[in-house]
Structures are given as C-alpha cells and as structure tokens.
C-alpha cells in the first residue's frame, strides 16, 4: 500500500472520531466487552504487585473503567494505567469519565509514532485499533511496537474485529469511488469503507477485516508466545478474535 493511500485512509477516520466523537462515546459503554475478563484475569495472575498497564488506541477510555470497576478480575491489586489515542475529542471523554482517578492517565498522541518505554508493562492491550491501521506492514509494525513495552512474563492483548463474518455486512458497505484520494488498486485484501449510522448522508470509517490466517502471519516471529486464542463479544459472542501472548523471559526462546 502505497503512502498516499495510507495517509487518505487515516484522514477518512481521523475526520470520523473528531467529528463523531460524542455520538461514538455514547455506543461504547463502560461495562466493557465479556472477551476482556479472561485477559484481565491472565494478566493478574501473572504478578503479585500493582499491574501496569498500557492501553493504545484507547479511544474513550472505556477499559480503563472496566478495569477500575472490576477489582475481582485483578486479584484486587492496584493497578495505574495509561491510555493513548490520536483522538482528543475521545480522549476528553475519556478524561472526563475518569475525573479524580489519580492512576489512571491519558495522552494525545499516534501509536505508530510515540516513544514507548521498553518493557515496563504487565500488560498492553490493543482493543478495537488494529482494523483502523491501513496496511499489514503498519499492523505488523505497530504489534512489534507494542510487544517491546511488555515486561517480562507479562502479557499482550489484541481484538481483530470480525465484521465481515457478520450477515449484514454488506448493508454497511460503501462504494470506494467517494474517495478521490484512495487509490482502490492500493488497498489490501479485507479493506472496506463501512457507513456509520442511517443518515442519507452517512458518516463513514475505513476498517480492515483481520481473519485467522493473516493474525497468524501478524504474531509469526514476535518475540511473544501465544497462549490462547478465542472468540467474544457480540452476538452470538463471535464478534472479535482475541490473541493472547506472553513475554519471553530473558535468556529463554520461543517455544
């Protein structure tokens, strides 16, 4: 994929979450998706102190509440957290929703492009984000990123959302020609241009379907290992793949 098409495809959600920020707050609430308990208990079991936690492409901060509101799922231990997203009408949702939560922050900033500290974190979720990054070198790349801010032992989570699996998916669709900026011959194999709402003129976002064979070629040689792989949330509880991989401890190889 070439950089122009990259650059059009991140405008197009760009413009979505800064115009469409509140009415995106308001579908998202709180209470989390059901595929996040058994990370947060996998995460929790592998530390006796507080988890640190990095939450990237956090949007409006909603795991952080799940996190803060469930002290059952981490063993009851403190915990602090940071969140990071490109979106500042999110993040002020986000901010605003955790007023007074002296451990949980956030920032305004790009994943792909801000400093990460290397290896302080038990754990680092990446929820709802990797079908907003145009081109598998820019997934791949951003997982690689992710993976190095994790501790040893500690664990990394990631969501594919799986919406073309869903039998109204094509209603969603929409046509590419709209986006003189997007050359269709660029695109990769599951990106689509989906609608947002019912208006006549409807808001829209560019999304890349992550199935099972390209999430293999995604984890393939990072220096994680898979522990479990499953499928939650939504109807049906298939709506997202989750991968959960562990930090390799120093001196140990992948097994």
Known sequence: MNTATQTALRRINRDFYS?????????RHPGGWPGWRRVVETAARATDGPLHVLDLGCGNGRFALFLERNADLRGHRPFTY?????SAELIAHARAATAGLDHIGFQVDDIEKCPLEAATCDLVVLFGILHHLPGFDTRRRTLERAAAAVAPGGLLALTCWQFADNPGFEKRQLDWTSEEDVDPAELEPGDHLLRWGDQVSPARRYCHHT???ELNRL????RQVETWRYRSDGPGGRQNLYSLLR????GRERS
């Open 19 to 27: 115009r469409h920020a509140a009415d995106f707050d308001r579908t």
């Open 82 to 86: 940071t969140g990071i997203d490109l």
């Open 211 to 213: 199935g099972e064979a």
């Open 219 to 222: 984890v393939a040689g990072v």
């Open 247 to 250: 930090a390799v401890s120093p």
